[in-house]
C-alpha cells in the first residue's frame, strides 16, 4: 500500500545562526536533481540549497515516486518549506 508523504526543508543547524561563516545571506535552491515520476531511494539528493558559503544536498526521507517538485532552482527557501511529494511504497 503507498502513501503520501511530503518532502520538505530540513531545519537549518544551529550553528549556522551564531557562528555565521556558512548560511551567509538567503538560502536558495541551488539545483534540482529530480522531477515527476522520477522514482527515488531513501537517501537519494533530491535537492541542492545554496548558502552563500556552503552547498547542502537534501536526500528523500523515504524511497517512493516523485507526484511534484514545489521548488525551482534560484528560488530562496526557508526551514519547512514543502520540496516535494512522494507516493512511498
Given at each position: 500500500m503507498s502513501r503520501l508523504v511530503e518532502v520538505r526543508i530540513p531545519?537549518?543547524?544551529e550553528?549556522?545562526?551564531t557562528c555565521g561563516s556558512c548560511a551567509q545571506g538567503d538560502v536558495?535552491?541551488?539545483e534540482v536533481?529530480?522531477?515527476p515520476g522520477d522514482m527515488v531511494q531513501f537517501d537519494d539528493n533530491v535537492i541542492t540549497l545554496e548558502t552563500g558559503k556552503v552547498a547542502l544536498d537534501i536526500?528523500?526521507?523515504h524511497a517512493g515516486r516523485v507526484v511534484e517538485?514545489?521548488?525551482e532552482a534560484g528560488?530562496?527557501?526557508a526551514e519547512g518549506a514543502l520540496?516535494?511529494?512522494l507516493e512511498a511504497s
Amino acid at each position: 500500500m503507498s502513501r503520501l508523504v511530503e518532502v520538505r526543508i530540513p531545519i537549518y543547524p544551529e550553528c549556522w545562526e551564531t557562528c555565521g561563516s556558512c548560511a551567509q545571506g538567503d538560502v536558495t535552491v541551488e539545483e534540482v536533481l529530480v522531477k515527476p515520476g522520477d522514482m527515488v531511494q531513501f537517501d537519494d539528493n533530491v535537492i541542492t540549497l545554496e548558502t552563500g558559503k556552503v552547498a547542502l544536498d537534501i536526500q528523500s526521507p523515504h524511497a517512493g515516486r516523485v507526484v511534484e517538485v514545489f521548488v525551482e532552482a534560484g528560488q530562496e527557501v526557508a526551514e519547512g518549506a514543502l520540496v516535494l511529494t512522494l507516493e512511498a511504497s
